[in-house]
């Protein structure tokens, strides 16, 4: 609530009208009638200015905000907005300005104008998830900067694979070049989940181009083309066609060439787009014969890889050993905690394996915040009786956010006897992200900073 801020104070006198009463009025515009000298309750302009917000009193103009069937009449006082907006002073101010007693603005939502309102009368800035990008939209219409920055600080924080998609066509329009950065980086790290994700059917076709040409994708080419016939479907709704086979590739256009078709697996082109019924016959036969025959068709399609991204490894241990009586398993639990400067993809573990010769282990590995497992896994390695590092991968990235201890966590089932790492190290540079570790009480087999398993954290910066 607006004045929520603000201490609360009783008038003076026995009015019935309290000053909770006034915050109530600014926020739903109740226009209860003023205490009398309301201005003696509150100590500073500031809080004398946010009892106008939203308010009537003394208002000289009003707002319809919001587009037709959805509008809301909003008070305005044109010498505080002229304060708080150059865009605000021109319009009442300036040598243009017009003497208008309502000014409607339907490209604006009601809930976002306030939110903007809001900060130019109490220096106070509230958002919410789902107003946050209309509210940033205001900020920007209204060239209202610090109120735009701590939209897009809001939206970076927030930031994950469901919502980077819909975030990068948002940047892009609001021309926030470091937003646009972190949802690359989300995107590329956990592709396979944000093309999976509700977000990125939404996205526009200039978007979409943008995602399917990105060289650094981490994901398969299946997922890729699944996720743009999915994009089309929805995409037919908008356009209100019939969600058909020819509608969807007309919707496409020449995006479709942009998925790397004849990079996939064989069997998953065969059973996938091979099946879809979104190429051409001439199309499916040509890109066959890509995958058998020596002398390769020419193709539409782009036929070269993704790069991806080359996860990095953070080693702890600058020695490891190997003992006739460890390191045991029996089914207990090595667990480290780990902390990080910057955001990270967690993609998996490096551990060690058997110390008299080769061996096969089963690897269940988890990650934990505060007790809320964010990724497990359970897989199997093969260890070749080298002190080398084995990785052990989740089924997405996991993303870790800074200054926040995460806990690391692996139970074992296999050759008894394995390597351990020794003369652990507390924080670890690796590239621009430094790792700091502590000991975690989940560990019962012995793993702490200075000794044991999980040797290293394989991530994407």
């Not at 953070?314 to 045991?328: K, V």
């Not at 080298?386 to 989740?394: A, E, G, L, M, Q």
């Amino acid at each position: 609530m607006a004045a929520d801020i603000f201490p609360r104070k009783k008038p003076a006198n026995s009015s019935s009208t309290t000053v909770q009463q006034y915050h109530q009025q600014n926020l739903s515009n109740n226009n209860l009638i003023p205490a009398p000298n309301w201005q003696g309750l509150y100590p500073t302009i500031r809080e004398r200015n946010a009892v106008m917000f939203n308010n009537d009193l003394m208002a000289d103009v009003h707002f319809v905000v919001g587009p037709p069937g959805g509008t809301q009449r909003l008070p305005g006082h044109k010498y505080v907005l002229a304060v708080g907006s150059s865009v605000f002073h021109a319009m009442f101010y300036g040598e243009l300005a017009e003497d208008k007693d309502e000014i409607r603005i339907p490209d604006v939502e009601p809930a976002a104008f306030l939110a903007m309102l809001k900060y130019i009368y109490c220096d106070e800035i509230d958002l919410a998830a789902d107003t946050v990008l209309a509210t940033l939209y205001a900020a920007k219409k209204y060239i209202v900067p610090h109120l735009a920055r701590a939209c897009v600080n809001f939206l970076e924080t927030s930031l994950s694979a469901k919502n980077a998609c819909v975030l990068l066509s948002q940047s892009c329009l609001f021309e926030e070049p470091d937003l646009t950065q972190r949802c690359w980086e989300v995107i590329d790290a956990q592709a396979e989940l944000a093309l999976k994700s509700e977000g990125f059917c939404d996205i526009d076709f200039q978007t979409l181009e943008s995602i399917l040409r990105r060289e650094t994708l981490n994901a398969k080419e299946i997922v890729v083309f699944e996720a743009a016939l999915n994009w089309a479907e929805v995409e037919c709704q908008r356009q209100d066609l019939a969600s058909s086979i020819e509608n969807k590739r007309k919707v496409l256009g020449k995006a479709l060439y942009l998925i790397r078709i004849p990079t996939m697996a064989l069997d998953d082109f065969a059973n996938g787009a091979a099946q879809s019924g979104v190429l051409t016959l001439n199309e499916t036969n040509d890109i066959f014969l890509w995958y058998t025959a020596a002398k390769k068709p020419e193709l539409q399609f782009v036929s070269k890889a993704r790069k991806g991204l080359v996860p990095q490894r953070c080693h702890r241990f600058q020695s490891c050993a190997y003992r006739s009586n460890q390191w045991r398993y029996r089914g207990r639990c090595d667990s480290i905690q780990f902390a990080v400067d910057k955001r990270v993809f967690i993609a998996g573990f490096g551990l060690y394996g058997s110390s008299c010769g080769s061996a096969e282990y089963s690897a269940k590995i988890e990650l934990k915040r505060q007790g809320v497992v964010l990724g497990q896994n359970l897989s199997k390695y093969f260890s070749d009786g080298s002190s080398n590092t084995f990785p052990v991968w989740f089924e997405y990235p996991v993303q870790i956010e800074p200054d926040t201890f995460y806990t690391a966590s692996v139970i074992l089932d296999g050759n008894e006897l394995s390597y351990f790492g020794q003369e652990g190290m507390t924080e670890v540079q690796c590239g621009k992200v430094t790792v700091q570790f502590q000991c975690s009480s989940d560990s019962t087999n012995g793993t702490g900073v200075q000794g044991g398993q999980i040797p290293e954290l394989i991530f994407y910066a």
